[in-house]
């Protein structure tokens, strides 16, 4: 099972690199009241220039990105000049996250976080990044399931089927000893 980032990666690292434009262009700004040329040559180092790799560069690095959940490991490849590549075992997954921040959110995006016991709680082997919000649960369901974590409501069911049983135990075991 093959899949990619939603398109809306490439929107949201525009929006990203906003915490750097925004307040770089004010700074020309104020560099133009006093030289007007030194205000044009940082705008254009600054802004211009950074914008227009920004430009190159996302685009590239969306189509370089693959995600695959494989017959026995999750995958993921990325990257433009130097290529990430990661293949995590089924066996070796400990848990499994759904991550998304307010940006996120705002857009339908989510990142679905594969955790290992040697890469512990804080920091995932594998991300499945800048999914949409519906790929995404249907992706850490699916890697849950074929890991063999269960939700809270499979969790419950068999908790409740367990204890039925172990009532029914209960039952013969106290019958057995009254016939005694």
């Given amino acids: 099972m093959e899949f990619k ?10 929006a990203y690199s906003l915490w750097y434009f925004i307040p770089t262009a ?3 700004v104020l560099i133009a009241l006093v030289n007007v040329w030194a205000s044009i040559a940082s705008l254009v180092s ?6 227009a790799f920004i430009a190159y560069w996302v685009p ?4 370089s990105v693959v995600f695959k959940l494989e017959k026995d490991h999750a995958y993921a490849r990325f990257g433009v000049w130097w290529v990430k590549e990661k293949r995590v075992p089924y066996n070796l997954v400990s848990e499994v996250k759904l991550r998304h921040g307010p940006l ?9 976080d594969v955790f290992t016991p040697a890469t512990g709680t804080t920091k995932p082997e594998l991300t499945f990044f800048q999914l949409s919000a519906e790929e995404a649960e ?6 849950r399931a074929r890991v063999g974590i269960l939700s809270s409501k499979e969790r419950r069911v068999i908790e409740e089927e ?3 049983e172990l009532k029914a135990i209960r ?6 000893l009254k016939k005694k």
């Fill in 5 to 14: 980032p939603s398109p809306k990666l490439t929107k949201i690292y525009w």
């Fill in 26 to 28: 004010a700074c020309c």
């Fill in 46 to 51: 600054l802004v211009v220039i950074p914008a």
């Fill in 60 to 63: 590239k690095f969306y189509r």
């Fill in 104 to 112: 996120q959110r705002s857009w339908g995006l989510a990142c679905v």
């Fill in 138 to 143: 249907r992706i850490a369901s699916e890697l």
């Fill in 162 to 164: 367990i204890l039925a």
């Fill in 171 to 176: 039952n013969l075991l106290e019958e057995s």
